[in-house]
């Protein structure tokens, strides 16, 4: 099936520092999605990308679909310690009645005050 | 409005006991699904429905059935708990099928003896 490949898988950084994870594919998606779940919760939506070559913002959080559709992009700008927490890149194909989303394993952030 | 709510939070059972996970939504939502996280795999889909009466498989169903009797509850049932369903496990629902609005619970852990 599907996978996805998420880098890196975990990293500590310094408040006010940039932070840059990806996601790539050996195949196609039609929209590319990424969460953030805190300890204790379920995943939240932070941003959805819907075709290729889109750049979108959420406050001091970007993302890029990358222009090949296999792979995307998250780019947290002037991390603060409230930014702790596991990224996910998911992907999605739709296909017949529904579609399923492929999600990566994970970048764990850590930032230190 | 309570969104997505998982019970139990958490459970232990031993090897062969059996039991059901409930999720329960109030968004009117179509689409619900059972996902498993585990430690380096990301989210991974166990069974999911598009409807009232509906279930599909997803990635992982073996060892899980599910019930979609009422629109608002998506039921998971573990018939004979092995310790390689140790986890934690995510309901979530959505409108659509692009899973664009999905929302997910706070999850259950779940450990088998």
């Known amino acids: 099936g599907q996978q996805l490949n998420q880098s890196p898988q975990s990293m500590f950084i310094q408040e006010g520092e940039d932070v840059s994870m990806n996601c790539t594919s050996s195949s196609i998606f039609n929209t590319w999605l990424w969460y953030k779940q805190e300890p204790g919760e379920g995943p939240v939506l932070l941003i959805a990308?819907?075709?290729?070559?889109e750049l979108t913002s959420n406050g001091r959080l970007t993302a890029q679909f990358g222009i090949t559709r296999k792979d995307s992009f998250l780019n947290i700008s002037a991390s603060i310690p409230s930014d702790v927490g596991i990224y996910f890149c998911a992907g999605l194909n739709y296909g017949g009645s529904q579609g399923n989303l492929i999600f990566g394993k994970g970048t764990k952030l850590s930032v230190k005050p | 409005n309570a969104g997505v709510t998982q019970t139990p939070k958490f459970r232990v059972l031993k090897t062969g006991q059996s039991m059901t996970l409930l999720c329960a939504q109030d968004m009117n939502h179509e689409y619900m699904y059972w996902y498993r996280q585990d430690p380096g795999m990301g989210l991974r889909l166990i069974h999911y429905?598009?409807?009232?009466?509906?279930?599909a498989k997803g990635e992982v169903p073996d060892g899980y059935n599910v019930s979609r009797l009422k629109k608002q509850n998506f039921l998971l049932g573990l018939e004979s708990a092995a310790p390689s369903q140790t986890s934690v496990y995510f309901c979530a629902s959505s409108q659509s099928p692009g899973q664009l609005s999905t929302h997910f619970g706070n999850g259950t852990r779940l450990t088998v003896t």
């Open positions: 429905s598009v409807g009232e009466g509906t279930t």
């Open positions: 990308l819907y075709k290729a070559g």
